[in-house]
């Protein structure tokens, strides 16, 4: 099956520091990548859904200036939590399909970020 | 607006069989999916139904009614290992996935 990977795996910051989250699309391109929060013991939150070379598309709610998602190729999305505070710890999940509608998504392992 | 309601939380004996309900109500259909997700770690793909019916895959097996809403994972001869959560999502007509909160399943001896 399809490998998504993500780094780090986890990360702890000082408030105010900015953080950048990688996933990467091991062994296939990935049309479309996504971003997840999950704060403990919720479920999944799509933070924005991003396609290769074009802006991301952001759920209502999400601040775009302060989570940068940068998808500079098909194997690629880079999320950067800017500023981080206390509040913004939580367990960030990538995501990637091979196309639109109709494919499984495959996660990345998760990125655990704590915020001090 | 577009809903996903499951069960919070169910409780099943080891060895034994447990459905899982999923309704939902979104902005067209291209889809269901079910999800396995461990704590601290993140989904793994179970199954996928888009036409109405059962699909079976080993002990998991998910059926899916599109005139009433609904879909169920079904889950036979339990092991301990199943404890996790199940999340149901569909996709909507714009192909976005609509997430449900996630059904807690523990197993117990």
């Known amino acids: 099956g399809a490998v998504v990977s993500q780094h780090p795996s986890w990360v702890i910051c000082k408030s105010g520091t900015s953080v950048k989250i990688e996933c990467r699309s091991l062994?296939?391109?990935?049309?479309?990548m996504f971003w997840y929060r999950q704060f403990p013991k919720q479920s999944l939150m799509l933070m924005a859904t991003?396609?290769?070379?074009?802006?991301?598309?952001?759920e209502q709610g999400v601040e775009k200036d302060k989570f940068l998602i940068n998808h500079a190729s098909l194997t690629l999305s880079t999320l950067t939590v800017t500023s981080a505070h206390p509040e913004d710890s939580s367990f960030y999940i990538c995501?990637?399909?091979?196309?639109?509608?109709?494919?499984?998504?495959?996660f990345g392992p998760g990125t655990r970020l704590t915020v001090l | 607006g577009q809903n996903i309601d499951q069960p919070t939380e169910m409780t099943a004996t080891e060895g034994a069989i447990v459905q899982i309900n999923c309704t939902y109500q979104?902005?067209?259909?291209?889809?269901l999916f079910w999800y396995q997700q461990h704590a601290g770690e993140a989904p793994t793909f179970l199954s996928y139904?888009?036409l109405d019916g059962l699909e079976e895959k080993g002990r998991f097996s998910s059926f899916l009614s599109r005139s009433k809403g609904y879909s169920y994972l079904l889950l036979k001869e339990l092991q301990m290992k199943d404890s996790a959560s199940y999340l149901c999502?569909?996709?909507?007509?714009?192909?976005?996935?609509?997430w449900g909160a996630g059904t807690k399943l523990i197993i117990k001896p």
């Open positions: 995501s990637a399909s091979l196309q639109r509608g109709g494919q499984e998504q495959f």
């Open positions: 062994d296939f391109q990935a049309t479309t």
């Open positions: 991003s396609n290769e070379g074009s802006k991301a598309t952001y």
């Open positions: 979104t902005s067209g259909f291209n889809g």
């Open positions: 139904n888009v």
């Open positions: 999502a569909v996709e909507d007509s714009n192909y976005q996935l609509i």
